[in-house]
């Protein structure tokens, strides 16, 4: 009876072991032929592979040779060194976009899945950057266009100061109290600009009144003769002193005087100190407004 159920596991075993056998060995040979098929195929490829990856590496270095060429350019040219900047970025992102596609189309990438890619992802970017578009548009008209320019006096929508920078987006002034204001460019190119620095020169206007009782002729000789001590008010064009009102309690100067554009305020200040300083020592008033009050005795 043992011998007999010895004898069977014996051939269950043997059976096993050869079923098995052939099973392994079929596996081996199915990967061993699909990795000579691979290895057929990218020593094939190896050629074309090596000289796309030749061509994206000699396109790059031709890149930043042209990039270095296009900075020097633009340091010569009297391009604002924002837009200059931003531009050379621009011209780098677009030739590596450039030579990866040829790189691409070397290893037989078609080009139409290349251009879908490219027109997906810059739609998914303006999607992403739709509020700032206008912005970036804006910042290209100000710095192509240039309205001003850093260091110009500007008032934008009732904002004035210093120019300190232009960005892509935002443009940045300083304040005379030293405040900085941040406004997007796509509301600059809507607003109203004053640039107060865009010419060399300035005209300071100011207006004095004198009492009716005062002498006008002599309250407009002091006020010439002010002008002509003062060193810092340009002869050209000639500075105008005449009457422009005939208010209800006084009489109105009108003065107008050029100066250089850094000199305006202390022409402004020194001009209606000293005239104050002079009418007191000559006894001619700035009046105050007045109301005359007319009382009507009753008759008898």
Same mark, same amino acid.
């Given at each position: 009876?043992?011998?007999?159920?010895?004898?069977?596991?014996?051939?269950?075993?043997?059976?096993?072991?050869?079923?098995?056998?052939?099973?392994?060995?079929?596996?081996?040979?199915?990967?061993?032929?699909?990795?000579? !098929?691979?290895?057929?195929?990218?020593?094939?490829?190896?050629?074309?592979?090596?000289?796309?990856?030749?061509?994206?590496?000699?396109?790059?270095?031709?890149?930043?040779?042209?990039?270095?060429?296009?900075?020097?350019?633009?340091? *010569?040219?009297?391009?604002?060194?924002?837009?200059?900047?931003?531009?050379?970025?621009? $011209?780098?992102?677009? =030739?590596?976009?450039?030579?990866?596609?040829?790189?691409? !189309?070397? =290893?037989?990438?078609?080009?139409? !899945? $290349?251009?879908?890619?490219?027109?997906?992802?810059?739609?998914?970017?303006?999607?992403?950057? /739709?509020?700032?578009?206008?912005?970036?548009?804006?910042g290209f008209i100000i710095l192509f266009?240039?309205?001003?320019?850093?260091?110009?006096?500007?008032?934008?929508?009732?904002?004035?100061?210093?120019? @300190?920078?232009?960005?892509?987006?935002?443009?940045?002034?300083?304040?005379? %109290?030293?405040?900085?204001?941040?406004?997007?460019?796509?509301?600059?190119?809507?607003?109203?600009?004053?640039?107060?620095?865009?010419? !060399?020169?300035?005209?300071?206007d100011l207006s004095f009144d004198i009492?009716?009782? @005062? %002498?006008?002729?002599?309250?407009?000789?002091?006020?010439?003769?002010?002008?002509?001590?003062?060193?810092?008010?340009?002869?050209?064009?000639?500075? =105008?002193? *005449?009457?422009?009102?005939?208010?209800?309690?006084?009489?109105?100067?009108?003065?107008?005087?050029?100066?250089?554009? @850094?000199?305006?305020w202390k022409v402004y200040y020194n001009?209606?100190?000293?005239?104050?300083?002079?009418? %007191?020592?000559?006894?001619?008033?700035?009046?105050?407004?007045?109301? %005359?009050?007319?009382?009507?005795?009753? /008759?008898?």
């Amino acid at each position: 009876m043992t011998e007999t159920l010895t004898s069977v596991l014996t051939e269950n075993a043997e059976t096993t072991t050869e079923i098995q056998i052939p099973n392994v060995m079929e596996s081996v040979e199915n990967a061993s032929s699909l990795l000579t !098929s691979l290895t057929d195929k990218f020593v094939s490829a190896l050629p074309v592979l090596l000289f796309a990856v030749t061509v994206f590496f000699l396109g790059i270095i031709l890149s930043k040779l042209l990039l270095k060429f296009t900075a020097k350019f633009v340091e *010569r040219s009297n391009i604002e060194n924002t837009a200059g900047s931003f531009l050379i970025s621009l $011209i780098r992102v677009m =030739l590596y976009i450039l030579v990866a596609i040829i790189a691409l !189309s070397i =290893l037989n990438v078609p080009m139409t !899945s $290349i251009v879908t890619v490219i027109g997906t992802a810059g739609i998914a970017i303006g999607l992403a950057l /739709q509020n700032s578009l206008s912005n970036l548009a804006g910042g290209f008209i100000i710095l192509f266009s240039k309205p001003f320019k850093s260091g110009d006096l500007i008032e934008i929508d009732n904002s004035l100061g210093t120019v @300190d920078s232009i960005g892509i987006l935002y443009t940045k002034i300083i304040t005379p %109290d030293n405040k900085s204001v941040f406004i997007p460019n796509g509301k600059i190119t809507d607003a109203k600009i004053i640039n107060y620095s865009e010419t !060399s020169t300035r005209r300071v206007d100011l207006s004095f009144d004198i009492s009716y009782n @005062d %002498d006008f002729e002599k309250a407009k000789s002091i006020i010439r003769k002010i002008i002509e001590s003062e060193p810092l008010i340009l002869r050209e064009p000639e500075p =105008l002193v *005449r009457m422009n009102q005939q208010k209800e309690s006084s009489l109105g100067i009108c003065v107008q005087v050029w100066t250089a554009n @850094d000199n305006y305020w202390k022409v402004y200040y020194n001009l209606t100190e000293n005239v104050k300083l002079e009418f %007191d020592k000559n006894d001619i008033e700035i009046p105050y407004n007045q109301i %005359d009050l007319h009382i009507k005795g009753k /008759q008898g």
